[in-house]
């Protein structure tokens, strides 16, 4: 049931820091910090490409997992929406795997995309919640999320339980490959470790967004920024509002923005930056001030010297102080105030927050 909440998605969102902690068991060693991943898996030291494929939400995990992939384990990452991929003509080649991302292992696109995979020879691996599904019957090796059952019809603990387990995934291809060190494999996992407590720190805050959430209420359109491994949040931030509040949204990588996206803003389209205290802070934050000095509307989200550096306190329409992250984990920690400001405008705009128009929770048609 829901508990005390109102909503399965409050719940589902609420309960990350928890069911991230399970998946997360799942593949470390917290005593040795060491990952290990399932037995008769891929093994990423014969891999020369890896391809990426899901649909909606689980794709955004994924093109997270790309920027992992190629930093932690120095391995090439291709990655397309099921519904394309399943229909290119790929040239797969020996030394490619394949990795599918999927909640339900139902979605009729993915299915037919790992299938098609499968049957050109290539190796497939399958991140699943539901195991006992089509997916996990044709898929050479599982990777288990443990999420638990999701309710709500958009996704949120799925989403960052996939993300925990594609860190550790990309981890442990790292260690496999001979990109990372015994010593960077045992940093990573430490910060991995402390994930759950600043996604349940961030939880507790929820009335702060929720007071943000009402500045997005009365708007028809929003944007949303992040670079690096923040720009594929921006997506999923996207997504998760236009899907429960109906009010239409798009993500952008925050330098993509002067090639044409800039010309939407004026004050009545609200910004959400998305702006972990990382490598690209500054050139984050300079494309908020282009922002704002066109008129329009930003709500940062960045740590509370992030929002100091960003002397933008005056101009901003508001402001979310987030807890320091590693920062290429920060997609796990930034998912829970995208989630909550979508959650809440839903819940102000009087939408059916667990079961939004037009949407099914599995999509198995095509
Ligand atoms: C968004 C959402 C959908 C799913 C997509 C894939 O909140 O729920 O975009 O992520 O339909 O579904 P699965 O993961 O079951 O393959």
């Given at each position: 049931?829901?508990g005390?909440?109102?909503?399965?998605?409050?719940k589902?969102?609420?309960?990350?820091?928890?069911v991230?902690?399970?998946?997360?068991?799942?593949y470390l060693?917290?005593a040795?910090?060491?990952?290990?991943l399932p037995?008769?898996?891929?093994?990423?030291?014969k891999?020369?490409r890896?391809?990426?494929?899901?649909?909606?939400?689980?794709?955004?995990?994924?093109?997270i997992?790309?920027?992992?992939?190629?930093?932690?384990?120095?391995?090439?990452?291709e990655?397309?929406?099921?519904?394309?991929?399943?229909?290119?003509?790929v040239?797969?080649?020996?030394?490619d795997?394949?990795?599918?991302?999927?909640q339900?292992?139902?979605?009729?696109?993915?299915l037919?995309?790992?299938?098609?995979?499968k049957?050109?020879g290539?190796?497939?691996g399958?991140?699943?919640?539901?195991?006992?599904?089509?997916?996990?019957r044709?898929?050479?090796?599982?990777y288990?999320i443990?999420?638990?059952?999701?309710?709500g019809?958009?996704?949120?603990?799925?989403f960052?339980?996939?993300?925990?387990?594609?860190?550790?995934?990309a981890?442990?291809?790292?260690?496999q490959?001979?990109?990372?060190?015994?010593?960077?494999?045992?940093?990573l996992?430490?910060?991995?470790?402390?994930i759950?407590?600043l996604?349940a720190?961030?939880?507790?805050?929820?009335?702060d967004?929720?007071?943000?959430?009402?500045?997005?209420v009365?708007?028809?359109?929003?944007?949303y920024?992040?670079?690096?491994?923040s720009f594929?949040?921006?997506?999923?931030?996207?997504?998760?509002?236009?899907?429960?509040?109906?009010?239409?949204?798009?993500g952008?990588?925050a330098g993509?923005?002067?090639?044409?996206?800039i010309?939407?803003?004026d004050?009545?389209?609200?910004?959400?930056v998305?702006?972990?205290d990382?490598q690209h802070?500054?050139?984050?934050?300079?494309?908020?001030?282009?922002?704002?000095?066109r008129?329009?509307?930003c709500?940062?989200?960045?740590?509370?010297?992030?929002?100091?550096?960003a002397r933008?306190?005056?101009?901003?329409?508001?402001?979310f102080?987030?807890?320091s992250?590693?920062p290429?984990?920060?997609?796990?920690?930034?998912?829970?105030?995208?989630?909550?400001?979508?959650?809440?405008t839903a819940?102000?705009?009087g939408?059916?927050?667990?079961q939004?128009r037009?949407?099914?929770?599995?999509?198995?048609?095509?």
């Amino acid at each position: 049931g829901k508990g005390r909440h109102r909503h399965f998605m409050a719940k589902e969102i609420e309960e990350q820091a928890e069911v991230v902690s399970h998946a997360l068991a799942t593949y470390l060693l917290p005593a040795e910090g060491k990952i290990e991943l399932p037995e008769g898996g891929i093994d990423f030291s014969k891999v020369s490409r890896l391809t990426i494929s899901a649909c909606g939400t689980a794709f955004y995990a994924g093109l997270i997992a790309k920027y992992w992939l190629e930093s932690w384990a120095r391995l090439p990452v291709e990655i397309d929406i099921a519904s394309e991929l399943r229909y290119r003509d790929v040239p797969y080649q020996k030394g490619d795997s394949a990795l599918f991302i999927s909640q339900s292992g139902e979605t009729a696109d993915t299915l037919a995309a790992m299938r098609h995979a499968k049957a050109s020879g290539v190796k497939v691996g399958a991140i699943l919640n539901v195991v006992e599904s089509s997916m996990a019957r044709d898929a050479d090796a599982i990777y288990p999320i443990k999420a638990g059952p999701e309710i709500g019809v958009a996704s949120t603990k799925a989403f960052t339980c996939q993300l925990a387990t594609l860190a550790c995934i990309a981890i442990a291809a790292g260690r496999q490959r001979g990109h990372l060190t015994e010593a960077d494999e045992k940093r990573l996992v430490h910060e991995l470790l402390k994930i759950p407590r600043l996604m349940a720190d961030v939880s507790s805050k929820e009335r702060d967004l929720e007071q943000l959430a009402l500045d997005l209420v009365p708007a028809s359109d929003v944007i949303y920024l992040g670079r690096g491994v923040s720009f594929p949040l921006a997506l999923e931030g996207a997504l998760k509002l236009k899907e429960i509040s109906y009010i239409h949204a798009e993500g952008y990588a925050a330098g993509e923005l002067k090639h044409g996206p800039i010309a939407l803003i004026d004050e009545h389209v609200p910004v959400v930056v998305i702006a972990p205290d990382d490598q690209h802070f500054e050139k984050t934050v300079s494309n908020m001030h282009e922002v704002i000095a066109r008129g329009g509307k930003c709500i940062l989200l960045s740590t509370s010297e992030g929002l100091e550096k960003a002397r933008a306190d005056d101009e901003l329409l508001g402001s979310f102080a987030m807890p320091s992250v590693e920062p290429m984990l920060a997609p796990l920690v930034y998912a829970v105030p995208i989630q909550l400001l979508a959650y809440y405008t839903a819940v102000h705009k009087g939408t059916d927050v667990d079961q939004p128009r037009n949407l099914a929770k599995s999509v198995t048609v095509e």
